[in-house]
């Protein structure tokens, strides 16, 4: 069936380095790819999303780019800040035929940026 | 008020007793969701409600009992729990119907349930 994979944290970084968090999948039909953010305490947010191959999505400095040749979407950002602290979830939906909210999760990646 | 919303955020209860979650969106969307995270694990889809009515049961135990009594509502009825269970509980919402590209789910901010 349908995966998602993400590589394991949690990844400490200092402010402004640059971020890489590395997500592949597996799927049938042509799925859309996302990243939410769950920061503490809270429920998770869509942090940006692609709908088709070669897409990229893009949100307060992140971005990521669907390979359909490499099945990746991985996470990059040039430059964190402390605030960017939170656990990142890639995910995917299904095809035309299914439901949007239907989403299959990565196991989620801890941030932590220290000042 | 927008977005999604869940009552109660804490939950703590025995594994007699009988609760509730309760789940309100305020967008227009006509599909909900229940999802169960526990720690260490993937998000896990538990229900998926269409229109009211239930397409998706992950094969979750009959100690959840979901209910939509409308679009804009859904609940999530617990009983003799086990520890388990404990977990934080969330709920989204979405719009279908729109083709590829159409909108993404939104969250509530979930309950965390815990079982003594």
């Known amino acids: 069936g349908d995966s998602v994979t993400q590589m394991e944290g949690p990844v400490t970084l200092s402010e402004e380095a640059f971020l890489t968090i590395n997500c592949t999948y597996t799927?049938?039909?042509?799925?859309?790819l996302f990243w939410y953010v769950q920061y503490p305490g809270e429920g998770l947010q869509l942090l940006l999303k692609a709908t088709k191959a070669d897409d990229k999505g893009s949100n307060k400095g992140f971005e990521a780019t669907y390979r359909k040749e490499t099945t990746s979407f991985h996470l990059e950002k040039g430059s964190v800040q402390v605030s960017d602290s939170a656990v990142y979830f890639c995910a995917l939906s299904g095809d035309g035929s299914s439901n949007t909210g239907k989403l299959i999760f990565g196991q989620g990646t801890t941030l932590q940026v220290k000042p | 008020e927008t977005g999604v919303t869940q009552t109660p955020r804490h939950l703590v209860m025995g594994m007699t007793n009988k609760k509730s979650l309760k789940c309100e969106q305020h967008?227009?969307?006509?599909?909900m969701y229940w999802y169960k995270q526990s720690a260490k694990k993937p998000l896990e889809l538990m229900f998926v409600y269409n229109f009211k009515e239930q397409t998706e049961n992950n094969s979750v135990p009959s100690r959840f009992s979901p209910e939509c009594p409308n679009s804009s509502h859904l609940f999530l009825h617990l009983h003799t729990l086990q520890p388990e269970d404990s977990a934080l509980y969330l709920c989204?919402?979405?719009?279908?119907?729109?083709?590829?590209?159409?909108?993404?789910?939104?969250f509530g901010q979930g309950t965390r349930l815990t079982v003594v």
């Open positions: 967008l227009g969307h006509n599909a």
């Open positions: 989204a919402s979405s719009q279908e119907g729109g083709g590829i590209g159409r909108t993404e789910a939104f």
């Open positions: 799927a049938t039909g042509y799925p859309s």
